[in-house]
């Protein structure tokens, strides 16, 4: 049970516990354990368990209460259901009615089982690693462990409800249960690192084929300088003749081998590849960009920044692509300690938003803005900065305002 209070509160005051604190509160844990029961035995459990929360919340009382409060309701409901299809799966309803000693081993059994579905959930559906079918796989495998152990044990209690071996098993399950957690924990922490480094990886062939770019745009300007006495000398014997329409070839021939790819200076070659690669995508598909950057430099980490933009970008590139004349503008600026990312685009539809998710009547889809959406809100969040979207018909606009101090 404090197990599954740890891990309860270290997720609603979204911090980490010590190990000195948790070796603290296991070891009042387990000299109240050892304390005979009586009839106030859950009055005294709850006066417990708020004062442990009291203590890891640095001693605020009103955190405290509703933290203990959600954490009442959250594992008697999930003990209820537990126990309800428990039953139903091992047959046992009036066996649970009739022994008292089966029906308590029973009853921590499935806060056991609560506690472990709770800390999967918070794994699987909490954690920014990517969902595979290695984590349903070992989802399924702590499971079926849970509810083989709790079978022995029951089982025992119930053929040999005065045998040693009850202990053993029960010590088991406890043991085992720990390990399969801790190797869950290790084991979402393996792939995080892996998705990271993939990460890193792709951020680094960007930088590489945008510094490519960068030299051949070199290139070219230095070989337009060579050239530029020939070049004028062929303008002006073009304008002696009058031909127009042949200084206005010439140029433009001249302007197409400077436009393989636009130069973006943001302060962090990152974040110029990254935009640079979007703009790239978003001509191909014949949508009208205007980048806009003007900002002394970026002090906010690669993932964070490529997730907001990244994100941002792709959604703005996905809506403009659905008009006839799609267009994006693209901004950052830097005011005060603050730096404003502005991405406005073109969008066809009509938009109903609910709860922050953006709706298209469209076909009945799902926005393109709705996509990603969510991840990036959260780093925005984490980097305790601030997002607003507003829309209008066949305009839709994202802006964040994100602390960037030197």
Same mark, same amino acid.
Request: charge should be negative; aromatic fraction near 12%.
């Given at each position: 049970?404090?197990?599954?209070?740890?891990?309860?509160?270290?997720?609603?005051?979204?911090?980490?516990?010590?190990?000195?604190?948790?070796?603290?509160? =296991?070891?009042?844990?387990?000299?109240?354990?050892?304390?005979? %029961?009586?009839?106030?035995?859950?009055?005294?459990?709850?006066?417990?368990?708020?004062?442990?929360?009291?203590?890891?919340?640095?001693?605020? %009382?009103? $955190?405290? !209460?509703?933290?203990?409060?959600?954490? #009442?309701?959250?594992?008697?409901?999930?003990?209820?259901?537990?126990?309800?299809?428990?039953?139903?799966?091992?047959?046992?309803?009036? %066996?649970?009615?009739?022994?008292?000693?089966?029906?308590?081993?029973?009853?921590?059994?499935?806060?056991?089982?609560? @506690?472990?579905?709770?800390?999967?959930?918070?794994?699987?559906?909490?954690? +920014?690693?990517?969902?595979?079918? @290695?984590?349903?796989?070992?989802?399924?495998?702590?499971?079926?462990?849970?509810?083989?152990?709790?079978?022995?044990?029951?089982?025992?209690?119930?053929?040999?409800?005065?045998?040693?071996?009850?202990?053993?098993?029960?010590?088991?399950?406890?043991?085992?249960?720990?390990?399969?957690?801790?190797? @869950?924990?290790? =084991?979402?922490?393996?792939?995080?690192?892996?998705?990271?480094?993939?990460?890193?990886?792709?951020?680094?062939?960007?930088?590489?084929? @945008?510094?490519? $770019?960068?030299?051949?745009?070199? +290139?070219?300007?230095?070989?337009?300088?060579?050239?530029?006495?020939? *070049?004028?000398?062929?303008?002006?014997?073009?304008?002696? $003749? *009058?031909?127009?329409?042949?200084?206005? #070839?010439?140029?433009? &021939?001249?302007?197409?081998?400077?436009?393989?790819?636009?130069?973006?200076?943001?302060?962090? *070659?990152?974040?110029?590849? %990254?935009?640079?690669?979007?703009?790239?995508?978003?001509?191909? $598909?014949?949508?009208?960009?205007? !980048? +806009?950057?003007?900002?002394?430099?970026?002090?906010?980490?690669?993932?964070?920044?490529?997730?907001?933009?990244? &994100?941002?970008?792709?959604?703005?590139?996905?809506?403009?692509?659905?008009? #006839?004349?799609?267009?994006?503008?693209?901004?950052?600026?830097?005011?005060?300690?603050?730096?404003?990312?502005?991405?406005?685009?073109? /969008?066809?539809?009509?938009?109903?938003?609910?709860?922050?998710?953006?709706?298209?009547?469209? +076909?009945?889809?799902?926005?393109?803005?709705? !996509?990603?959406?969510?991840?990036?809100?959260?780093?925005?969040?984490?980097?305790?900065? *601030?997002?607003?979207?507003? /829309?209008?018909?066949?305009?839709?606009?994202?802006?964040?305002?994100?602390?960037?101090?030197?």
């Amino acid at each position: 049970m404090v197990l599954f209070l740890f891990r309860f509160s270290e997720n609603n005051m979204h911090t980490v516990f010590s190990i000195k604190r948790k070796i603290i509160v =296991f070891t009042l844990a387990s000299l109240y354990s050892i304390v005979p %029961l009586s009839r106030f035995d859950l009055i005294i459990s709850n006066v417990f368990f708020l004062l442990t929360l009291y203590y890891l919340s640095d001693f605020n %009382l009103k $955190q405290s !209460i509703i933290i203990l409060i959600k954490f #009442e309701i959250l594992l008697h409901i999930a003990s209820a259901i537990i126990c309800f299809l428990h039953s139903l799966l091992f047959s046992d309803a009036q %066996l649970l009615y009739d022994n008292v000693i089966y029906q308590d081993y029973k009853s921590i059994l499935v806060e056991i089982i609560a @506690y472990v579905v709770y800390c999967l959930y918070c794994n699987l559906f909490k954690s +920014n690693t990517i969902k595979n079918m @290695y984590l349903l796989l070992f989802n399924i495998t702590i499971l079926g462990i849970c509810l083989l152990l709790s079978y022995i044990t029951l089982y025992i209690c119930y053929s040999l409800p005065k045998s040693y071996m009850l202990s053993a098993i029960f010590a088991i399950i406890f043991v085992l249960i720990i390990i399969c957690i801790s190797l @869950y924990d290790k =084991f979402l922490a393996v792939i995080e690192e892996n998705t990271n480094y993939r990460f890193k990886l792709e951020l680094d062939k960007m930088e590489q084929v @945008y510094s490519a $770019q960068l030299d051949d745009k070199l +290139n070219q300007l230095h070989s337009l300088r060579h050239d530029m006495k020939n *070049h004028l000398i062929v303008i002006d014997g073009y304008a002696s $003749q *009058h031909n127009d329409r042949k200084i206005h #070839e010439y140029i433009h &021939n001249i302007s197409e081998d400077l436009s393989l790819t636009n130069a973006v200076d943001s302060g962090s *070659h990152i974040v110029s590849a %990254l935009i640079a690669e979007k703009e790239d995508k978003a001509k191909s $598909q014949n949508i009208r960009c205007e !980048i +806009n950057i003007s900002t002394p430099g970026i002090n906010i980490d690669d993932f964070s920044i490529t997730t907001i933009i990244g &994100n941002l970008f792709d959604n703005a590139i996905k809506a403009a692509s659905e008009c #006839e004349h799609g267009w994006i503008r693209f901004s950052i600026t830097q005011t005060g300690s603050y730096m404003n990312i502005v991405i406005e685009n073109s /969008y066809s539809g009509n938009i109903i938003e609910n709860n922050g998710e953006f709706t298209s009547t469209k +076909n009945d889809k799902v926005l393109p803005h709705g !996509i990603g959406i969510k991840n990036v809100r959260k780093v925005v969040s984490n980097l305790n900065g *601030h997002i607003d979207f507003s /829309y209008a018909s066949g305009y839709f606009s994202v802006k964040a305002e994100l602390p960037n101090y030197s």
